[in-house]
């Protein structure tokens, strides 16, 4: 139909030859279009593509000294304020990824395995177990530091005190004086508490080294 309306008497116009025929002007537009020749190599590729010795400089930076254990961000970053560019960052994430090298670049401590403390008290203050707990006021944000002892075979509050603040110097203070009022024997007994900073503090583990009791911590989580 295509070919009838291009040998038409040029007196009829092509809006009418085409209504003629039940074709659509656009039909023949796109029939009189040149069809386009891909490469038969393959996919088209983006003209800003890295080449092969592009990809190999880019790597030899990211393995470089002051640049091994750096994320790609820093690189770039780096490599700007030296007036260099050598790709993006998303391209550098790419090749370290197509290099078996997308996991964490920096020294990390190996991860370690603790065991599960298991305490047991046949008898009173063999074990004595303390936190502190926030209680909250009639302030908004305003707490107080509530902080309790107790013992893990009775489980009675051997000392307990309630401050405005939450240190080390109060914790080395409570545990002191209840040692002293229950007459604890030295190596005798065992405290136990969480990783937090009064309980991890310098001057609290030299507390109890000095009045000789065993420290016990709960796994970090």
Not at 29 to 50: D, E, I, K, Q
Not at 80 to 93: A, F, K, P, Q
Not at 165 to 194: F, M, Y
Request: glycine share 4%.
């Amino acid at each position: 139909m295509s070919a009838l309306i291009e040998a038409r008497d040029p007196v009829v116009p092509l809006k009418s030859a085409c209504a003629a025929l039940g074709l659509a002007r656009a039909t023949l537009y796109r029939h009189r279009r040149a069809p386009v020749t891909r490469p038969a190599s393959g996919p088209r590729r983006s003209p800003r593509r890295l080449s092969e010795a592009q990809r190999r400089e880019v790597l030899a930076v990211l393995h470089e000294e002051r640049f091994i254990d750096q994320p790609p961000a820093e690189v770039y970053a780096k490599l700007l304020d030296e007036g260099r560019y050598l790709c993006s960052v998303r391209t550098m994430h790419r090749l370290l990824a197509q290099a078996g090298e997308s996991g964490e670049r920096r020294a990390v401590r190996p991860k370690t395995h603790h065991a599960v403390p298991r305490l047991e008290a046949t008898a009173p203050n063999q074990v004595w177990t303390w936190d502190i707990t926030k209680l909250a006021t009639l302030t908004r944000g305003v707490f107080l530091n509530l902080y309790v002892v107790l013992d893990l075979y009775s489980r009675f509050v051997v000392a307990w005190m309630l401050a405005a603040r939450e240190n080390s110097a109060l914790a080395k203070q409570l545990l002191a004086e209840a040692i002293h009022r229950h007459g604890i024997e030295p190596g005798r007994l065992r405290v136990h508490q969480d990783r937090g900073a009064p309980m991890t503090a310098r001057g609290f583990l030299d507390l109890l080294a000095e009045l000789k009791v065993e420290p016990s911590y709960s796994r970090p989580r």
